[in-house]
Every structure is written in C-alpha cells, then in structure tokens.
T-cell receptor, first 113, second 115 residues
C-alpha cells in the first residue's frame, strides 16, 4: 500500500463546476495535511493546510479532513481554467522532533472552458 | 520578503559526472529539505538539514549528499550521475519549532538532465 494515494486523473470538469480531489494516507500518526498546486514545469505552491477533522474554507477552496478514515479532500468551487494543474496531497508528521512529509503522485485537474 | 531561491535553473551533465545544486531558504527559515521529482511523479524526499546537520534521510543512495551553511543555505551534491538522476530537484524551506507543523515552501527547482 502506498503511503499516500491519489487518483492520477486527469479529472476533467467544466468551467464553473466544483472539482473534488481526494487523498488517502496510511500513516495514522500524520498530524497535518497540505495541498499543493503544481503547474506543468513549475514547483509546488502551497494552497491549503488543515490540521483538525472537519472542513476548512479559504476562498474558493475547501479542505476536508477525516482522520478516522485517513482521508483528506480538496474542493474547488467555481473552477476556472487557471485552476488546471496537478494537485499534490502531503501529509506531515513529526519524526524524532522533525517533520516528515510524504507526497502523493498528484491528481491532474483539467478545467474545460 | 525573499522567497526560496535555487540555482542553477537548468543543468545538463553526462553520466559519471558530479553536480552541485544550491538553495537559499525563505527569510526567517532555518530548515532545508531536498526533493527529487521525476516526470509524472510526486516529490520524493532526499534529506533534510537543520543546524548544519542532516536530520532525516529518504531512500536515496550515498551518491546523494548535502551540506548546510551557517546562513542556512544548502547544497545538494550528486556523484557518479546516472541517467535515472534526470529530474526536477526541489528545495523546500521551513522553520523548526517545538510546536507547530513547519509549513514547507518550495523554490523554483533545478531541472537536471543527465545524458
């Protein structure tokens, strides 16, 4: 079992729709969860972080966390063509006093105008 | 506020050569992590430096080594390059603390091509 699993996609949604990106993780002691957006040929850019069970909203983005199910998701409302990118899920945990970060392979999102 | 910087942006080497990549962390950050990202894959953790020491290491051979300087900047060295070392090398900086989760911010990356 992979440490972090994401559907590689591509996930295609029409402009204005809600895009739903999912991630499951195997490390039960993961404490915080980050979503990064990566445009083709560029480096990852942090867009959301969530630490507690439930929902966290930031503009058009909502992160959802369920630690019991080891599941985290990212919803993008009113999707725009500029949202077309690969979205990386990254659980963090403390290991020996330092953080351990594991990335998924990412889900490629395509927003169709 | 200066973000994470990396140099060079692109590099072409031949098999067997050695390469050094450089990273300056975001202002105020003291921890540097290095990742390798192959095409179509997520970033793979190489190692992390704090207080000029390697604190954690991923599943990479000893050909990969690093260093952190007193000003928190860091270098990644790869010896005896293989074709499979061709990838985007990412540096991420964060702030170590006894609490909190040390959010990582990435630099623009160095794209290495080994021929």
């Amino acid at each position: 079992q992979k440490e972090v699993e994401q559907n590689s996609g591509p996930l295609s949604v029409p402009e204005g729709a809600i895009a739903s990106l999912n991630c499951t993780y195997s490390d039960r002691v993961s404490q915080s969860f980050f979503w990064y957006r990566q445009y083709s040929g560029k480096s990852p850019e942090l867009i959301m972080s969530i630490y507690s069970n439930g929902d966290k909203e930031d503009g058009r983005f909502t992160a959802q966390l369920n630690k019991a199910s080891q599941y985290v998701s990212l919803l993008i409302r009113d999707s725009q063509p500029s949202d077309s990118a690969t979205y990386l899920c990254a659980p963090h945990r403390r290991s020996g006093g330092y953080q351990k970060v594991t990335f998924g392979t990412g889900t490629k999102l395509q927003v169709i105008p | 506020d200066a973000g994470v910087t990396q140099s060079p942006t692109h590099l072409i080497k031949t098999r067997g050569q050695q390469v050094t990549l450089r990273c300056s962390p975001k202002s105020g950050h003291d921890t540097v992590s290095w990742y390798q990202q192959a095409l179509g894959q997520g970033p793979q953790f190489i190692f992390q430096y704090y207080e000029e020491e390697e604190r954690q290491r991923g599943n990479f051979p000893d050909r990969f080594s690093g260093h952190q300087f007193p000003n928190y900047s860091s270098e990644l060295n790869v010896n005896a390059l293989l074709l499979g070392d061709s990838a985007l090398y990412l540096c991420a900086s964060s702030l170590a603390s006894t609490s909190g989760f040390g959010t990582q911010y990435f630099g623009p990356g160095t794209r290495l091509l080994v021929l």
